[in-house]
């Protein structure tokens, strides 16, 4: 991976969507790997093809819509401006407030490790600015749900790889396809 990153130094970007809110009673209902392919279907049209994408699938609490929103945190690799762009475009009519979040990749350590994690707790309050409220453990229906929807996956199984692939304990990019001589 720090090959990757040293080669794609200008045009690596942190990516958080939120792809869509599942109801309390609900979760078993995602079908992950339809919703990976959904999503790499988006990442195609908006242009993403021979770039590079890695994250992982999470979903959070929201009591105040009393459901769980779905969303992926990415590292985009080699992906221009504009391409990015036409992503974002793809979730403008999204009815979750910033389903659509790129920052640069400034402290790479810290923010891959937030790629792909599970988490039991959520934030009752408001973000304000930079600062996200506090965080508290799931009331115990939510924790029962999460954790039954859980014990159906290994860990890997929420990674989401886009032109990568896993090579025992490494990723690497997915050798491009040579066309057919004429």
């Given amino acids: 991976m720090r090959k990757l990153l040293k080669r794609y130094r200008k045009r690596r970007r942190i990516i958080t969507i939120l792809v869509g809110l599942i109801a309390h009673g609900d979760l078993h209902t995602i079908d992950r790997k339809k919703l990976f392919d959904w999503f790499r279907k988006r990442l195609d049209k908006a242009g993403f093809s021979g770039f590079l994408v890695a994250g992982g699938l999470e979903v959070a ?32 009519s999204s009815d979750l407030k910033r389903p659509f979040v790129c920052q ?7 923010q891959i490790s937030y790629l792909l994690k599970i988490n039991t707790y959520y934030r009752p309050f408001a973000q304000i600015g930079q600062e996200k409220g506090p965080a508290y453990p799931l009331p115990r229906p939510q924790m029962e749900e999460l954790l039954s929807w859980y014990a159906n996956f290994k860990p890997s199984d929420f990674l989401f790889l886009y ?13 491009k396809r040579r066309s057919a001589k004429r």
Avoid: E, Y
């Avoid at 032109?163 to 050798?175: A, E, S």
């Fill in 61 to 92: 609490w929201q009591p105040k819509l009393n459901g769980w929103v779905v969303h992926f945190h990415l590292l985009s690799l080699g992906a221009r401006k504009k391409h990015r762009d036409a992503l974002r475009a793809s979730f403008a």
């Fill in 104 to 110: 640069s990749l400034r402290d790479p350590r810290r």
């Fill in 163 to 175: 032109g990568l692939r896993r090579q025992g304990d490494r990723i690497r990019p997915t050798p």
